[in-house]
């Protein structure tokens, strides 16, 4: 295995333990987000500062503002409710409905963006929601029912992470470090109103402190790196061990062993993702 393919496994595994930090950080799912948003935001303003290109990105902003928006209140809707999801469900059903997003945000660029869409891939978004189906089907449709509800929360989650690539594509010729600055100032000044009122919990600063240097930067850095010497289709199935790693954190740390609806119903959704990858491959 070559260096590449190492750091973006190293990047996988680490992404895969999101959910335990989260839940380790003493926050609720809107604290954890905010969190997130905001020093990482601090942390890249400082590398921006240190490059003399915070001018830079304000001019970006300041010259076409509405993509910023979006993209940015896509980023900030798209962890406030994966994070919230893992408040009401196992980390299993959260993360592997979450990555129905890919399948998503190919309905989307076929929508909005008439981008043509084959019949084969078809197959995989079929595929990807009756994964969906069967993990639904295995609990109480109620909005009593805390699965139930945290399932929906992670399908909105991977609705609005789907919008950040389609939104993404207007803005091209953004280098990536300041796109991604924007978003996640965008997505901060967006969450400080409701921060403000709102009880988000008392923050465990070591795990919020792990949640943004080693899942935010270290893991972004090395993925980003890795890509440098992996092709995009031995990237796209690396990135698997993201949610198989987080399934098994979650049996390990939490003892929340999946059911075989969402067992079966997750397995469809990866095969599924996969095959839409390989194809855009």
């Known amino acids: 295995m070559n260096k590449g393919k190492i750091k973006i496994v190293i990047a996988m595994l680490i992404w895969g333990s999101v959910g335990v930090f989260a839940r380790f950080s003493g926050l609720s799912g809107l604290g954890v987000a905010f969190a997130r948003v905001s020093l990482g935001s601090i942390f890249l303003l400082i590398i921006l500062g240190a490059k003399r290109r915070i001018r830079e990105a304000l001019d970006c902003i300041a010259r076409n503002p509405l993509p910023y928006i979006g993209i940015g209140s896509a980023l900030a809707l798209n962890w406030i409710f994966f994070f919230t999801g893992l408040e009401y469900t196992t980390i299993a059903n959260v993360v592997l409905v979450y990555y129905t997003s890919p399948i998503i945000a190919t309905l989307l660029s076929w929508k909005f963006l008439k981008e043509k869409v084959k019949k084969s891939r078809m197959f995989a978004i079929s595929l990807a929601f009756l994964g969906l189906g069967i993990i639904i089907s295995g609990q109480e449709i109620s909005i ?52 403000s009122v709102v009880d988000v919990g008392k923050p465990v600063w070591w795990s919020i402190g792990v949640l943004v240097t080693v899942h935010t930067v270290l893991a972004l850095f090395l993925y980003m790196d890795g890509l440098k010497e992996v092709s995009v289709s031995e990237a796209a199935l690396l990135s698997y061990l993201d949610p198989i790693s987080a399934v098994i954190y979650g049996i390990i740390i939490f003892g929340e062993v999946p059911s075989i609806y969402t067992i079966i119903g997750g397995g469809l959704i990866l095969i599924a993702t996969a095959l839409d990858a390989l194809k855009k491959g």
Do not use: C, H, W
């Open 144 to 195: 009593n029912n805390r699965d139930f509800i945290g399932i929906m929360f992670a399908l909105i989650a991977a609705f609005f992470y789907a919008l950040i690539p389609n939104l993404g594509r207007f803005l091209k010729k953004v280098k990536g470090e300041i796109l991604t600055f924007l978003q996640l100032l965008v997505a901060s000044f967006l969450m400080l109103p409701i921060i």
